[in-house]
């Protein structure tokens, strides 16, 4: 599981999204689709743009059946599904292509024939969320495909560092450079180009649960764990335990935490921090992920952390359970 919900794009790339998702009367695809179970009714067709799915297009069911027609400007990810206001439609990749859809939401089934660009997407899209998934493999076998890159960018670039988000996109096909993913992909390597190991890692204030204003360059002098995460958050409660026991075994070792919540109510994030033990300085301005600080350190999804030394030069970022263990130990010899 992880939570990301922050927009993936600046400005230029959602504009760019958009024109993809944009639907013409013209040739170039065909979608002939038939529905489990319902014989009238709406059903609407989202494109994946700017970290949500957003209406393109509906047409009308009768007698089980459906029609879109259109031309798409690349292959991108579309969604199927009866309800407008669902986040969570069938997902397939849509090309120019005559597809014959099979729909069934009830069973959360999608089959489709004639879709040849949605075949790497059927063979991967449940896999990338197993443990232990090779994002790298499926680039390397599949470097022009905008599956790939949509599924790289979805599921693994936000929790990566430059370097590797650098080297997965090094293999990506040139064919793909224009394309809407990879230029989602460019977008984050120019905000996390500020975040890299060796940068000096950006200053910011926020006040603690008392009021009180505590900056991250209050701490020079110390190697600092900034830690962004929230009481509501299941996999940073998880890994709390892990800190905790960093914490306790180096705190004597010029090593310190520095937590910043994204919660939006004091009372929980108060609670959750005497509930787990936390006994480091911790800071919040209280607008979840609408926090400034959550942007300017393109925190997409937590728990995330950076890895500080004395001198404000940033070490490593992402370090969790033994990883985290281990390169405290190297560091603080």
């Known amino acids: 599981m992880f939570l990301h919900v922050k927009n993936l794009m600046l400005a230029g790339a959602v504009a760019l999204a958009a024109v993809a998702c944009t639907q013409e009367k013209k040739t170039g695809y065909t979608i002939q689709g038939e529905i489990a179970d319902m014989t009238t009714g709406t059903v609407y067709l989202k494109c994946y743009q700017d970290g949500a799915f957003v209406d393109v297009d509906s047409a009308a069911i009768e007698n089980g059946k459906f029609t879109f027609e259109g031309t798409v400007?690349?292959?991108?990810?579309?969604g199927l599904t009866t309800v407008k206001e669902n986040r969570r439609p069938l997902v397939f990749f849509l090309g120019?292509?005559?597809?014959?859809?099979?729909?069934d939401e009830v069973n959360k089934?999608?089959?489709?024939?004639?879709?040849?660009?949605n075949e790497v997407y059927v063979q991967n899209e449940k896999l990338v969320g197993e443990e232990g998934y090779n994002i790298d493999s499926?680039?390397?076998a599949?470097?022009?495909s905008p599956v790939s890159a949509y599924l790289f960018m979805r599921n693994f670039a936000t929790r990566m560092d430059y370097d590797g988000v650098k080297a997965i996109r090094d293999k990506f096909d040139a064919s793909l450079d224009t394309t809407v993913y990879v230029k989602q992909i460019d977008d984050l390597l120019g905000r996390l180009v500020n975040l890299r190991v060796g940068a000096t890692a950006p200053d910011f204030t926020l006040n603690d649960p008392d009021g009180k204003p505590v900056s991250l360059s209050s701490l020079r002098g110390k190697y600092v764990l900034v830690d962004f995460w929230a009481s509501?958050?299941?996999?940073?409660?998880?890994?709390?335990?892990?800190i905790v026991a960093a914490y306790k075994k180096y705190k004597d070792k010029n090593f310190t935490v520095l937590g910043v919540s994204l919660d939006r109510k004091k009372e929980p994030w108060v609670a959750a921090i005497e509930k787990d033990g936390l006994t480091w300085t911790h800071v919040s301005d209280?607008?979840?992920w609408n926090t400034p600080i959550a942007d300017l350190y393109v925190i997409k999804w937590i728990p995330k952390n950076y890895l500080?030394?004395?001198?404000?030069?940033i070490l490593a970022s992402g370090l969790e359970g033994e990883a985290l263990d281990a390169k405290l130990a190297e560091v603080l010899k």
């Open 73 to 78: 400007t690349e292959p991108m990810a579309y």
């Open 96 to 103: 120019n292509e005559q597809i014959q859809a099979k729909m």
């Open 109 to 117: 089934k999608l089959d489709l024939t004639g879709a040849t660009v």
């Open 138 to 140: 499926l680039v390397a």
């Open 142 to 144: 599949h470097p022009a």
């Open 232 to 242: 509501w958050c299941p996999d940073c409660r998880k890994e709390n335990p892990n």
């Open 286 to 288: 209280l607008q979840g």
């Open 308 to 313: 500080i030394n004395p001198e404000g030069v």
